[in-house]
T-cell receptor, first 115, second 113 residues
């Protein structure tokens, strides 16, 4: 049973370009979470999605960032017109259920570097 | 909004010494989870605590959930070099409906042989 998959693992972009980060949850998981982690810092929640729905995007910057989880295919975190401050590790996690008793399984992350 | 604070930020120990990290929430939690992230790796789930005053053990790791369900601790007995990494607590606020996990900033553990 494959775990959470993220690609690319490393992504380099120049300022102003677009970054697309992909996440395939564990098989059978329909809940996906995106987190951002700056170097030597904690995990900051960005967005929570279920299939075709954004449930909570309270941690997502209002501009340039968007996320989707289509009926078919991976979840996508999209960052438009990247700036140097977007450089970070972006982790995706998935869970089987939401509610009181669910653990989140994390992918290996995408390390984004903005030049 | 809900905040989860974790101390200390860093801890350096000699191999064989004990280690404890503490987690405090500004609000009552329905449950708390602990994760470990090795250097360069991704967070890995360790355990979840749900009941007030709950204590769980995993070999040399002891996890506690406070009586008021607002704080938690992770204690490692006789640390080993394999314990190196950052330990995060993550709390879920109590109440109905969806409640996202709020992660603490983590405690980075260094173990010197």
């Amino acid at each position: 049973n494959a775990g959470v998959m993220q690609n690319p693992r490393h992504l380099v972009r120049r300022r102003g370009q677009e970054a697309r980060l992909r996440c395939s949850p564990m098989k059978g998981h329909s809940h996906v979470y995106w987190y951002r982690q700056l170097p030597e810092e904690g995990l900051k929640f960005m967005v929570y999605l279920q299939k075709e729905n954004i449930i909570d995007e309270s941690g997502m910057p209002k501009e340039r960032f968007s996320a989707e989880f289509p009926k078919e295919g991976p979840s996508i975190l999209r960052i438009q017109q990247v700036v140097r401050g977007d450089s970070a590790a972006y982790f995706c996690a998935s869970s089987l259920l939401t509610g009181l008793s669910n653990e989140q399984f994390f992918g290996p992350g995408t390390r984004l570097t903005v030049l | 909004g809900q905040q989860v604070m974790q101390i200390p930020q860093y801890q350096h120990v000699q191999e064989g010494e004990d280690f404890t990290t503490y987690c405090n929430s500004s609000t009552t939690l329905s449950n708390i989870q602990w994760y470990k992230q090795r250097p360069g790796g991704h967070p890995v789930f360790l355990i979840q605590l749900v009941k007030s005053g709950e204590v769980k053990k995993q070999k040399r790791l002891t996890f506690q959930f406070g009586e008021a369900k607002k704080n938690s601790s992770l204690h490692i007995t006789a640390t080993q070099t394999t314990d190196v990494g950052t330990y995060f607590c993550a709390g879920r606020a109590s109440g109905g409906g969806y409640n996202k996990l709020i992660f603490g900033a983590g405690t980075r553990l260094a173990v010197h042989p």
